[in-house]
């Protein structure tokens, strides 16, 4: 089956961190862009961050700029979202998904997302 598998996702406390894994299941990563998303409890999903196939291009939302550092290994066919000053509204669960360019519209809306995972929540919350 061609998606990604997310995983990472657990409890913590507000201040805290967590390191949020987007794996490549049933393909290559490396000649894919990937965007993180996340979909909080009664709210509209929303795009945070891409970075492009070789890592020299990202995108954050302003919502997560400054605190959320995206990154990538393709010899582990693995995307990486570290997460640093998490707030009570970073709690929502976290997917992963190809998208065709790193731009504002893009990664932000999901247009032209694929390989979608199931996710992982995280919960921030004291």
């Known amino acids: 089956q061609v998606q990604f598998v997310e995983s990472g996702g657990d409890l913590v406390q507000p201040g805290g961190s967590l390191r949020l894994a987007c794996a490549a299941s049933?393909?290559?990563?490396?000649?894919?862009?990937v965007g993180w998303f996340r979909q909080a409890p009664g709210k509209e999903r929303e795009g945070i961050s891409c970075?492009?196939?070789?890592?020299?291009?990202?995108y954050y939302a302003d919502s997560v700029k400054g605190r959320f550092t995206v990154s990538r290994e393709n010899a582990k066919n693995t995307v990486y979202l570290q997460m640093n000053s998490l707030e009570f509204e970073d709690t929502a669960v976290y997917y992963c998904?190809?998208?065709?360019?790193?731009?504002?519209?893009?990664?932000?809306?999901?247009?032209?997302?694929?390989?979608w995972g199931k996710g992982t929540l995280v919960t921030v919350s004291s």
């Open positions: 998904a190809t998208v065709p360019i790193v731009t504002r519209s893009v990664c932000s809306d999901g247009w032209g997302a694929n390989k």
């Open positions: 049933g393909f290559t990563l490396d000649e894919h862009i």
């Open positions: 970075i492009s196939a070789t890592g020299g291009s990202t």
